[in-house]
């Protein structure tokens, strides 16, 4: 009977900090060390260092939500929330196992700032894509994370006193 209790308020806890932290990251830290670093590839490199923890962390968050909705039994909501965790999971899987090691593999290859190549140069391109693929992944992870959370939490609100129900 706890574990009926606790899971749905673990879930909601879950999912806002990861959202909170995904969103800290991308709307807050990244531009702030692109803003304040001396250079773009020292700030590439914090960036890079730390992003995976926020792919990780949104992996593990999207299991916990698919996990704790398949304990929950079966209902359109829950189905939902569930696809929201798988989409979870898959976006952050994807930005952390496809795209990021391409990119990791096109800076070795490029061997110094990007900055430095021209415009036209087809590495500056490619890397150009990879960055926006990694950054629409979150983007839907965070989306995903978002729409479970209003799900979750509407599914777990007391109706109020004035509705017609």
Known sequence: ????????????????????????????????????????????AV?????????????VVGALVVVLQAAGGRT??????????CLIVVACGVAQFIVAPRIDRLRQ???????????DDARRAAFGRLHGMSVAWLGLAMLAAGVALVIAWRAESPPSQYSSH
Do not use: K
């Not at 706890?2 to 709307?27: E, K």
């Not at 960036?47 to 992996?59: D, E, K």
């Open 76 to 85: 359109a909501l829950r189905d939902a929330t569930a696809l929201c965790g």
């Open 1 to 44: 009977m706890a574990g009926r209790l606790i899971a749905p308020h673990l879930q909601l806890v879950a999912l806002a900090l990861w959202l909170g932290a995904a969103a800290f990251f991308s709307f807050g830290v990244a531009p702030a060390v692109f803003a304040t670093l001396p250079s773009r590839t020292l700030a590439g």
């Open 47 to 59: 960036v890079g260092r730390t992003l995976p923890i926020v792919f990780y962390a949104g992996i």
């Open 109 to 119: 290859e490029i061997g110094g700032p990007i900055e430095v190549l021209s415009a």
